[in-house]
């Protein structure tokens, strides 16, 4: 078993490692940020003396050397815009964005969960054709799309609900919608899904021809053993939550990591970008990790592949 953690604790390194150098060169391919934070009229000593300063005058691969030996240390620099510490800003922003992720986390379990069971268990019906149609159009619709058509419906037309912003529970509805849009859908399908797998088994057979109660029999033998790769799915999907958080709140001007990588991306503040990727790239790793050990705990077979 330590042979198996240690591997993956190497992978979830590789994989945030990876993710900084990827996005440590693609960002400076957008050219040099130096004139931004300098007057337009500024003389060329001047940006040349300032571009010195950031150390940007130096070649890419020393650079990147120099990003990665401060970057295993926690040090991703000062904003170049506020000068502030860079990972301090990103992480006063966590929390605003995993309070929209747990809550499009929640919001997608208990609508998608009852959802898929009824639509498994009324097969062919009206409900299931209409359950399964909305599910193709909830994984077809872009998140973004979908949000500016909420803001058009509640809050430019209806006027019952904030177009953006934080700070209380009802900011958080229309973006926790937008977010949990697609999960719903996917959510649906694959708890559908895994529900007429169970429903076909024999034990279901054998306790609905011994009179077992239709609520009992779903709540108690199909749903309890369709749970086991729901829960796989739901662990591995809060990570993909906390990445597409990043779209929705752009649209809805939540004061989350997604919107401050955006506006640093636009500024071209490096050291704000990258110490998001690595918060980013961490944390989906971790997940990942976790749910790795999970598998262990339950198949000591995974252990040795």
Do not use: C
Request: aromatic share 10%.
């Amino acid at each position: 078993m330590l042979d198996f953690v240690i591997k993956r604790v190497i992978q979830v390194g590789i994989v945030v490692l990876l993710a900084l150098t990827v996005v440590f060169f693609l960002i400076r391919l957008s050219g040099d940020p130096t004139p931004l934070f300098l007057p337009p009229d500024a003389p060329r000593e001047q940006i040349d003396e300032y571009r010195s300063k950031l150390g940007f005058d130096r070649p890419l691969l020393v650079q990147y050397g120099e990003f990665m030996k401060n970057a295993v240390q926690g040090d991703f620099g000062n904003s170049l815009r506020s000068k502030e510490d860079a990972l301090g800003m990103v992480l006063q922003r966590l929390p605003a964005t995993f309070q929209l992720a747990i809550s499009a986390l929640v919001l997608s379990l208990l609508i998608s969960i009852p959802l898929g069971v009824l639509s498994a268990f009324k097969r062919n019906s009206i409900f299931d054709r209409i359950a399964v149609a909305l599910t193709v159009i909830g994984q077809a619709i872009p998140s973004f799309w979908f949000g500016l058509l909420l803001i058009f419906i509640f809050a430019a037309q209806l006027k019952v609900l904030p177009s953006g912003g934080g700070g209380s529970i009802v900011h958080m509805i229309l973006p926790t919608l937008t977010l949990a849009a697609y999960s719903i859908a996917r959510f649906t399908r694959f708890t559908r899904s895994t529900m007429l797998d169970v429903l076909r088994k024999d034990f279901i057979r054998t306790a609905k021809a011994s009179g077992v109660p239709t609520p009992r029999l779903i709540a108690r033998y199909a749903l309890k053993n369709s749970l086991i790769p729901i829960i796989t799915l739901v662990a591995l999907d809060l990570g993909t939550l906390l990445g597409g958080a990043v779209i929705t709140e752009v649209v809805f001007s939540w004061p989350g990591i997604g919107r401050l990588l955006l506006q640093s991306l636009l500024n071209r503040d490096f050291p704000i970008v990258l110490a998001g990727v690595f918060i980013i790239a961490l944390i989906y790793a971790v997940i990942n990790f976790v749910a790795d050990l999970l598998y262990a705990f339950v198949n000591p077979q995974i252990r040795v592949r």
